[in-house]
């Protein structure tokens, strides 16, 4: 089984290593069929299916009906594919979308009126927005945890800088932003959340989706505190 750390082995992720291509010849003694996203979703299903503990490039290549030498036309190492199928995974999180460039206003145009005491400035912006955000995405976050047992070990295990990785860490940014937090306690925000997701990870099964909300809360409601963002230790008490 994959651990946070293998002695006496030293990996490159698969992502920061260039994969040279196969000379032609070579390309046409491949097996047919198969690909570097088929295998992928094949190791996801199969991970799924029976655990880390007992995945195996050989019990992986039954699954495909190929040979295990098959599958090294397309990955160097049992390593790479488990960072692919952890990335993968990963691209099943919804994220929000990013806030669209704010357009400039022409020359001629008059400026626009401010809005009126106790409204809002609109949906998903402000400080008031990113509470509500920033629970969708780690509710969402433990789901995935849940469906993907496997994820959380692997997470630990890799440097986890796959594409759909970078993305959730953007978003992650981009809600924090919009604390008006500065730049060191965002900073200090971002490790908060990011330790609070992975440390669940292994007890995502076990924990009450009611506690982890709660706990949720307490983590936001201290977030909007050193930030003395009003409103979010009151929003918190009302989930718990």
């Known amino acids: 089984m994959v651990t946070a750390a293998d002695p006496e082995e030293t990996r490159t992720s698969v992502w920061l290593t260039a994969r040279p291509a196969a000379p032609a010849r070579r390309r046409s003694e491949a097996p047919s069929g198969l690909d570097r996203e088929r295998i992928t979703a094949a190791t996801v299903r199969l991970l799924d299916a029976e655990g880390l503990g007992r995945f195996s490039m050989r019990r992986l290549a039954a699954e495909l009906g190929v040979t295990a030498m098959s599958l090294y036309w397309y990955v160097d190492t049992k390593h790479d594919l488990l960072e692919l199928a952890l990335d993968r995974a990963l691209g099943e999180l919804a994220l929000p979308a990013a806030p669209d460039p704010k357009p400039e206003s022409p020359p001629e145009a008059l400026p626009e009126s401010p809005p009126e005491a106790g409204s ?118 009302k989930t718990a």
């Open 120 to 237: 809002e400035a609109g949906p998903g912006t402000g400080p008031a927005a990113w509470p509500g955000r920033l629970r969708v995405l780690a509710c969402g976050y433990r789901k995935l945890l849940v469906a993907h047992p496997w994820v959380a070990p692997l997470t630990a295990a890799y440097p986890n800088i796959g594409p759909h990785a970078r993305a959730f860490d953007a978003a992650l940014q981009r809600l924090l932003d919009a604390t008006g937090l500065a730049e060191a306690r965002r900073t200090g925000a971002h490790l908060a959340v990011s330790y609070f997701l992975h440390g669940c990870g292994g007890a995502a099964r076990r924990l009450p989706e009611r506690d982890f909300r709660l706990a949720l809360d307490v983590l936001i409601a201290g977030i909007g505190g050193i930030g003395g963002i009003g409103g979010v230790a009151g929003s918190a008490a």
